[in-house]
């Protein structure tokens, strides 16, 4: 299969190729791509698109950031000082998610749960 560079007069231009499920994305005027040849046939019917002998400017790779991870509600309620592990589960036992616990706390709904346990979660969860 030959690959052909095809270029296009206008900048930003999406178009499908006869094949479906291949687009392709021409980003600046006259900055050719390449595809192959039978995908090019359609497009270089009209007028706008042509065959390019530009080289392909290679895109820079972006490395990735990897997405900090969080650690788990439960282990979560276990670090804060002063909450065992019985009590982590308690809590996790009427607030799930860590949001719905974070809910109650800003609507001021009462948290079933000693004073001082209560003091200790909103201490640690509002800054």
């Given at each position: 299969?030959?690959?052909?560079?095809?270029?296009?007069?206008?900048?930003?231009?999406?178009?499908?190729?006869?094949?479906?499920?291949?687009?392709?994305?021409?980003?600046?005027?006259?900055?050719?791509?390449?595809?192959?040849?039978?995908?090019?046939?359609?497009?270089?019917?009209?007028?706008?698109?042509?065959?390019?002998?530009?080289?392909?400017?290679?895109?820079?790779?972006?490395?990735?950031?990897?997405?900090?991870?969080?650690?788990?509600?439960?282990?979560?309620?276990?670090?804060?000082?002063?909450?065992?592990?019985?009590?982590?589960?308690?809590?996790?036992?009427?607030?799930?998610?860590?949001?719905?616990?974070?809910?109650?706390?800003?609507?001021?709904?009462?948290?079933p749960f000693d004073d001082d346990i209560v003091i200790k979660l909103k201490k640690e969860f509002i800054h």
């Amino acid at each position: 299969m030959k690959i052909v560079k095809v270029a296009h007069n206008v900048s930003g231009i999406r178009v499908n190729s006869t094949n479906p499920g291949f687009k392709y994305t021409f980003g600046q005027a006259g900055e050719p791509i390449e595809m192959p040849e039978n995908h090019a046939k359609k497009l270089l019917k009209n007028s706008d698109f042509y065959i390019s002998d530009k080289p392909i400017k290679k895109p820079k790779k972006v490395s990735q950031i990897n997405p900090k991870q969080e650690k788990p509600w439960l282990q979560e309620l276990e670090e804060i000082k002063g909450i065992g592990k019985k009590t982590a589960l308690d809590i996790q036992a009427v607030y799930p998610t860590k949001g719905s616990l974070l809910e109650a706390i800003s609507k001021k709904a009462h948290i079933p749960f000693d004073d001082d346990i209560v003091i200790k979660l909103k201490k640690e969860f509002i800054h």
